[in-house]
């Protein structure tokens, strides 16, 4: 990674932090790129119990991005929120990538359904987690912003309040109410019998 | 349909939260006040609180790493399983047999020398990869470039119908990861694995070749008792870029803008993507052997972030602290490995091996010299030597008051053993007399005490107990693995045995009244301690920890009472 590039993100991310949401308009394409490519890599990677936590390569790539002697807390929680939006939208395009694919048939899909059985977590539907918390988002902003973090950045309950401003109490309060909360709408269940 | 006001919705919710799971109905009926939508919305949102559990506790990311693990796993299985007893070129495919760093492995018959080979395939989705292809036949360069014992040796390398494999030296036995899953190694050995590894990647730096990813997983110990390196998948060829072409290309290949490598394992150059050179598998080789002898990793921390913070700055507790009977000259062996600035770390393998070779030489003649140390313990032994501390302590005794009776003698510093915030108690000493466990409050107000063990003469303690409970009184077993404990609170009471080096802790006994000082007594594995008052009976009690339950009774009219230094191995 260049310098120069380094330099200009860590600025921009000042300038974010300061207000400046142009800035953010010119950081997200760089992040996404640099952040796609090294989700993918470390993918590639993967194997069953040596799991890249999230954290660890956004840390990774903060560190490759940022020109280290700028480095300070606010601007990594700041940057590890930019990288949960991101990551959500990569994570969002490869599931919808691969829901197409299912569609025309093939050898891959099949797999896929194996992995399913042998990693049961994993068939939270995330296109229907996406699109719920959109639902969320428009009942309690904050909440979908904590889900955001937490579950597409990996950000912890303190990294998350450093970035929303509040207390991790809070934080810890809106993931509570957030979980049970799509869960319902995941499914499918309406509340009031209306 | 017409949300209830979200603002009301959650208060209540949360508050339901705060009360117990059988009154929560009839509350939250109460504070909805009849408004009966606003009561189910709450409801049906606690239902599903209650079913929550691990719903997107994990990160998405690595779930669907997770999964395309799993599929990177299941993808070859498929060709794998069509394959059994085919050939591919002139491989005879018998069984599968593992999966490593970039596929997985078979077991196959090389039909034109009729011996057994481990054929490892790249799997298809990552065929299709050329910057992977390019690193599936980069460690197959690599390492065949290779002619070592203690590297796995590559036969063969190809591509038969699109899918690539290579051919190597199969081996019999387990990896060093699964070795050290029941803890730390015998001291010999672990210094005979870690001389071997530094042989292999002396012959590999040599030719130039960096391993990049030295941990645990891809040490094979074979059943001969050899060690052979594994995987030279993100092998970093032309580190040393005197006469090779195209350095930039090779840093681009194996870097990948992705973290490789394993992160516990990586060196503080490797987790800043610094250059490498030798010294940052001389680094890893320091945190794998570090793990051997202690059973736990020199940088730790709850997220990977804390990881690296460790790595790049925190300096581990040395080995000797966490295991007593380890050698002082290897935490200096250790300690050169794990510099965090390469250039004072060691700069070859060659002299790390020496350090090595030499620190097994000289355990050797130790062993030798301490052969009865190692013989079952006879009782005239055991008596012999519990006499001898107990006449060791006594003098100490005599010396210190003595001490305190006159002017203290100018080459006799107090030093205090902690100086922690809060209350400190019990002060106990390791039988080797270089570590302390003690109580202490954690510098919180209040009697929550736990169990902490430091070395004497270091600032840090490691915490050994971790209940909302009192923890106190502790004794070593006389061989230092144990520390037994007296653990009170409404429903933890009782006597407690804990892994000194820390630990699941294991209940002894259901007593709880008993007092100080607990003492073990040797050979028979036996934990007593004075009862207090309280039963009415005033005595000595023998728990036996294997049995976890009470051996013998004896009666005592004394009453323990506060902590005195006392042999470690005396009998009651």
């Known amino acids: 990674m260049d310098e120069v590039l380094g330099h200009e993100i860590t600025q921009l991310l000042q300038a974010w932090r300061r207000g400046d949401e142009r800035a953010l308009e010119k950081l997200t394409p760089q992040v996404y790129r640099e952040l796609h490519l090294a989700a993918k890599h470390c993918m590639a990677r993967e194997r069953q119990g040596h799991t890249l936590q999230t954290t660890a390569l956004i840390s990774e790539l903060y560190l490759r991005l940022s020109d280290l002697k700028l480095i300070d807390w606010q601007n990594r929680a700041h940057f590890f929120a930019l990288c949960a939006r991101q990551m959500r939208r990569i994570l969002t395009d490869q599931a919808r990538a691969r829901q197409s694919h299912k569609r025309g048939g093939g050898v891959k899909p099949v797999l896929f359904d194996e992995a399913l059985m042998v990693a049961p977590e994993t068939s939270t539907d995330l296109l229907a987690v996406d699109d719920a918390l959109n639902r969320l988002a428009k009942v309690d902003e904050r909440k979908s912003r904590v889900v955001e973090m937490r579950f597409f950045g990996g950000l912890s309950v303190e990294e998350t309040a450093e970035v929303l401003k509040v207390s991790p109490e809070t934080v810890m309060r809106d993931w509570r109410l957030a979980k049970a909360w799509l869960l319902r709408e995941l499914s499918g269940e309406k509340p009031n019998g209306a | ?572």
């Open chain 2, 1 to 572: 349909m017409e949300r209830e006001p979200w603002g009301q919705v959650e208060q209540i919710f949360h508050a339901a939260l705060q009360v117990e799971e059988s009154r929560r109905g009839e509350l939250v009926t109460q504070w909805c006040a009849g408004d009966e939508d606003l009561r189910r919305e709450v409801e049906s949102l606690l239902a599903h609180h209650n079913e929550a559990g691990s719903f997107i506790e994990t990160p998405a990311f690595e779930r669907e790493a997770i999964a395309a693990g799993v599929r990177a796993i299941l993808a070859p299985a498929n060709p794998g399983r069509d394959l059994k007893k085919t050939l591919v070129a002139h491989y005879r495919i018998l069984d599968e047999i593992g999966i490593g760093g970039m596929g997985v492995v078979y077991k196959a018959e090389d039909t034109k020398l009729g011996r057994s080979v481990a054929l490892k395939f790249l799997p298809d989705h990552l065929a299709k990869d050329p910057a992977a292809v390019e690193r599936f036949r980069r460690e197959a360069r690599a390492a065949s470039a290779l002619n070592h014992s203690s590297i796995c040796t590559i036969h063969d390398v190809g591509n038969e119908g699109g899918r690539y494999y290579i051919a190597m030296e199969l081996l019999e036995g387990q990896t060093l990861r699964e070795a050290i899953l029941r803890g730390p190694l015998d001291l010999q050995r672990a210094l005979e694995i870690a001389i071997q590894i530094a042989d292999g990647l002396e012959a590999s730096h040599q030719k130039g070749i960096l391993h990049r990813d030295i941990k645990p997983a891809n040490l094979f110990l074979t059943t001969e008792g050899k060690t052979k390196i594994l995987d030279f998948g993100v092998a970093k060829m032309a580190f040393k870029t005197a006469d090779r072409a195209s350095p930039s290309v090779s840093t681009e290949l194996t870097s990948g803008h992705a973290v490789l490598g394993t992160l516990q394992y990586m060196s503080p150059e490797q987790v800043l993507g610094k250059p490498l050179d030798a010294p940052t598998d001389l680094f890893s080789l320091g945190v794998v052997l570090y793990e051997m002898t202690t059973g736990q990793h020199p940088f730790t921390g709850e997220t990977s972030g804390a990881i690296q913070n460790a790595i790049l700055h925190k300096k581990p507790l040395t080995a000797g602290k966490l295991n007593p009977e380890l050698p002082p000259e290897l935490d200096q062996v250790i300690s050169k490995a794990l510099e965090k600035d390469p250039e004072l770390r060691y700069q070859s393998a060659a002299e790390l091996r020496t350090d090595l070779k030499r620190l097994h030489r000289d355990r050797t003649s130790v062993d030798q010299l301490d052969v009865r140390k190692h013989k079952p313990k006879s009782r005239v032994y055991f008596w012999s030597s519990a006499t001898a501390v107990f006449a060791a302590f006594v003098l100490l005794g005599l010396y210190l008051i003595i001490r305190s009776a006159n002017t203290p003698a100018e080459n006799v510093n107090v030093v205090p053993l902690t100086s922690y915030p809060g209350a400190e108690q019990f002060p106990t000493f390791s039988p080797d007399g270089n570590e302390v466990a003690f109580a202490w409050t954690g510098g919180e107000y209040g009697l929550d005490f736990d169990l902490y063990r430091k070395q004497i003469g270091s600032e840090k303690a490691v915490r050994l107990t971790t209940t909302h409970a009192t923890s106190l009184a502790p004794a070593w077993s006389p061989d230092g693995r144990y520390i037994a404990y007296i653990r009170v609170g409404t429903d933890y009471s009782g006597l407690y045995l804990v892994p000194a080096l820390g630990g699941p802790e294991r209940k002894l006994s259901d007593v709880s009244n008993a007092v100080w000082p607990l003492r073990f007594r040797v050979g028979r594995l036996t934990v007593s301690g004075l009862l207090s008052p309280a039963p009415k009976i005033l005595g000595v009690r023998l728990w036996c920890p294997v049995h976890v339950s009470t051996c013998s009774t004896s009666r005592h009219s004394s009453h323990g009472s506060c902590l005195t230094p006392h042999p470690p191995a005396r009998l009651l």
